[in-house]
């Protein structure tokens, strides 16, 4: 098979195309024919050489989810037969042709993306994305209907996710972006206010308001304004930390503040957590957002997509973060 390889850390250019054998599943494990593959920011971050993958996933193929048709399955799996259409979790391997995944890491096909459009690559952008938010807003965070929740980076792949689960649910949502045309499509996904964190600030226009949980990638100085708006019981759940994981400078986290108002610091990693919390999540998920997603109630966003040989062009483009939404590669040797 054909497969995107990281040949040394570096810029994108670093993303090749290499021949390698065609992968063999366990007994608990499926071969997916790949048809799309999501694009995500750890896949950056491991082409840089900062985020190594775990020791029983491909070593120098990037990919964290994937959506295409199951080829093959191991001696144990009952869950799925070859033919079935499929979108997967996965802890690296999937720009490739084929890609293995756990049988229990596995999603079918939303049945309304069957209508129009390119069904696997709006499937391959839900994994990451949703397991996430659903671990970490509804499972951490606790996030109730009529609560008020707080997401940064609104058109990141997270946030479109973010916005559009915490409104199905019944949350009122806030969100920050970088352009008008960011809070614009934000709105329009359903955020009830949406700020541009370069022309205000968040916390001047949300302080009267109140959050009861705010999903955090930026970090840095961005960590003591949550914590400030946070109401009595308010929950922080922290998935990234892009300004950096400490403060600096004369705005320092008053822990006093925590204890009084009784809140809730918390955050995860996802990539790295053992075969058996990511079949419960995916359990989870199942039975929660898929019928959201069957009811139309959150819709993915593609911000546009590219031929696997082309995935140093994805990469650049993540980087410059001016997309709104996923960006999707497409297995063009099918």
């Keep these: 098979m054909k497969a995107v390889v990281v040949t ?9 195309i290499r021949d390698r054998e065609r992968p063999r599943p366990a007994a608990s494990e499926v071969l997916i024919k790949v048809y799309a593959a999501g694009v995500n920011r750890p896949d950056v971050f ?14 120098d193929i990037p990919g964290l989810e994937v959506a295409g048709i199951v080829e093959e399955i191991g001696a144990d799996v009952t869950l799925w037969k070859p ?44 994994p990451e994305t ?12 606790r996030l109730q209907a009529g609560e008020h929740f707080l997401v940064h980076g609104g ?24 352009s008008d045309d960011k809070c614009a499509a934000c709105n329009a996904l359903g955020a009830d206010i949406s700020i541009n964190y370069k022309t ?14 705010i999903l955090d990638m930026v970090g840095g100085d961005y960590i003591p304004k949550n914590l400030r708006l946070l109401r009595e019981e308010g929950r922080l ?48 998920i199942q039975k929660h957002v898929w019928p959201v997603l069957e009811k139309g109630l959150f ?20 980087e410059t973060s001016d997309h709104i939404g996923k960006i999707i590669l497409l297995n063009e040797w099918l």
């Excluded at 205000?200 to 949980?213: A, I, R």
């Excluded at 705005?251 to 610091?265: A, P, Q, S, Y």
């Excluded at 031929?307 to 650049?316: G, I, S, V």
């Design 130 to 141: 949703v397991f996430t938010v659903w671990h970490n807003v509804f499972q951490r965070g």
């Design 237 to 284: 759940v922290f998935i990234n930390t892009m300004k950096g994981s400490k403060v600096k400078g004369s705005d320092e986290v008053d822990f006093g503040l925590i204890m009084r108002k009784r809140l809730t610091v918390t955050g995860s990693t996802l990539r790295n957590r053992d075969h058996a919390f990511k079949a419960a999540l995916t359990s989870d």
């Design 299 to 318: 819709r993915p966003v593609i911000a546009c997509t590219f031929p696997l040989a082309e995935a140093a062009k994805a990469h650049a483009l993540m």
């Design 200 to 213: 205000s600030d968040f916390e001047e226009v949300l302080k009267s308001l109140g959050t009861d949980v």
């Design 46 to 59: 491991q082409r840089k050489g900062n985020y190594p993958p775990p020791p029983d996933a491909p070593q």
């Design 8 to 16: 040394e850390p570096g810029a994108p250019e670093v993303l090749q």
């Design 83 to 126: 033919g079935d259409r499929v979108c997967a979790l996965l802890a690296g391997g999937g720009y490739a042709e084929y890609a293995l995944a756990q049988a229990a890491h596995c999603l079918r096909v939303p049945a309304s993306f069957d209508g129009g459009g390119n069904r696997f690559a709006e499937a391959a952008s839900l």
């Design 155 to 178: 058109s990141s792949g997270i946030g479109i996710t973010a916005i559009q689960l915490a409104k199905a649910f019944g949350a009122k949502v806030f969100t920050t972006a970088g």
